[in-house]
């Protein structure tokens, strides 16, 4: 049975009742389990975690528009998170038994469909961009709700689907296919923020460093030391053990230690096994040598 | 649903038919997957692996002594491997979402059910057994099949199921629970075969070392190097991360570098994603951090 994950953000997080009637009409789509809601009420945001697969998950957002486009009004909404609709982004996450390919097709046709029923333009992203220009989510999103009227007459910002004007409550959507993302800090035996910033721009992507990471130097006030915080966006071309690695050497010419690091949320096993399968050494080691990958086979 | 592998080893690995029909009688059973099926024919003796429910795999096992007690004959069998019956050990995994307890209690149901029915006399070992003598497989097997009658007529060594007597043609059966055994060889980047051999008595429980390590030191011919091959029979209480580490300093002390390491045949997650987390130093890591993990939580 194969798995993706959805992580739909929805412009909502102060008003619960409003959220909670939003997870319902999700969680009722039969065959889409809903592993996590997070609301944060400072960026009025929530974030939702689902799984299935792809025709079920397609029925789920087609829901979770229906419910957010008659709730959510970006008129009147205000928070610290940049966003540009109701339903501001849904990214499609291949997790087990299935290519990025199909998801990449799964946005494509839940991007039509939330178009046509909704009257919502739509954008698409990442794996699922129709030109390198929209791959990056905060390109698209530039401008926000307020300018997206004045950026969608300019040329080259008509959206992929939908109407050539925003939609007056719901503004846009960007959908789209992704790796799935860890979100991994490493702390520092110190409270040299400026080792905890040198490190972040020796790594991150966009100072010359890995291709698929993020990166920020911050301190922990509470607990007097820094932390490299990171996200990683694609773990099987920018692995967390090279990552790890790496941030130890950097820390150790600056005669600092790494304390330890930590994973926020979720995290496929596949990003563990690989580390483990590296860390240890293991050669000739084969992903089907898990016992629990070897159970979820198809029986020959 | 809570996974159980089962792993019964059979006497018989050189009449190809007879280990094919006893498979097959066994793959009939609803809810039993077998994932392997290894004959060795100078052990003469099969291996097979299954996984399922309690329910299904306790017939799956009724099923296996149905078809080996009525093809194969201990009085004319011989290999290279110790053996007490025809159907010699079967054991029960705990992997996921069920306690070795269980697995204790499906062992004991089990072998209660196959000496009443096949009128062979059964013993419990490992976690199932019923005193610490009758723990370790080598010891209820000491005498073999040749030396079980009287073995069996000797004060202590009744059944724990069944008659008093060896079945004539089966002999008597083993059945107990277990942890999942990791077959994990480290190869050293020498030639010298008493570094192996130094560091496999390091290690190994049975002359002071890891609680839950078996070793030996044997040389790799054809590649000219030595090789510390071990069985890790409780990965959660002796994780291989502290093997691998212990095993590379002791190499270390030798001036020998470890060159690689391996797993033979399966492995579960938990033992490489404990792993990954040590070695990266991961600080509050939950186990329902793993993507895979939360998916088959039972849905909340």
Chains 1, 2 share one sequence.
């Not at 939003?22 to 809903?34: E, F, K, L, N, S």
């Not at 129709?130 to 008509?158: C, V, Y």
């Not at 905890?196 to 130097?217: D, E, N, T």
């Amino acid at each position: 049975m194969p798995i993706i994950e959805c992580v739909p953000n929805i412009s909502e997080g102060r008003r619960t009742e409003v959220v909670a009637a939003i997870v319902d009409q999700v969680r009722r789509v039969p065959g889409v389990r809903v592993l996590d809601v997070s609301s944060d009420p400072s960026h009025n945001r929530s974030v939702l975690t689902l799984a299935g697969e792809a025709a079920p998950l397609k029925e789920a957002v087609l829901s979770l528009f229906d419910a957010a486009t008659t709730t959510i009004d970006l008129r009147s909404h205000s928070g610290g998170h940049p966003r540009l609709g109701a339903v501001d982004v849904v990214p499609f996450v291949p997790i087990e038994g299935v290519t990025m390919g199909e998801c990449v097709a799964l946005a494509t046709e839940t991007a039509a469909a939330v178009a046509e029923r909704f009257h919502v333009p739509v954008y698409l992203y990442e794996e699922a961009a129709s030109r390198p220009e929209r791959r990056n989510l905060e390109d698209i999103r530039r401008g926000e709700f307020e300018g997206l009227a004045a950026k969608m007459a300019t040329p080259g910002w008509a959206p992929d689907f939908g109407p050539s004007a925003p939609h007056p409550a719901a503004g846009a959507s960007v959908i789209g296919a992704r790796m799935p993302l860890i979100a991994y800090n490493i702390n520092l035996a110190t409270d040299r923020l400026d080792v905890a910033r040198k490190i972040a721009a020796a790594i991150r992507h966009s100072s010359g460093g890995f291709r698929f990471v993020k990166a920020m130097g911050i301190a922990l006030e509470d607990r007097g030391i820094v932390q490299v915080s990171m996200n990683l966006t694609n773990h099987e071309k920018t692995p967390m053990f090279r990552v790890f690695d790496v941030v130890k050497r950097e820390a150790a010419q600056h005669g600092v230690s790494v304390l330890e690091s930590e994973i926020i949320g979720l995290v496929p096993a596949a990003a563990l096994v690989s580390s483990a399968a590296y860390l240890l050494q293991l050669e000739r080691f084969d992903p089907n040598q898990v016992l629990e990958t070897k159970l979820r086979e198809k029986q020959s």
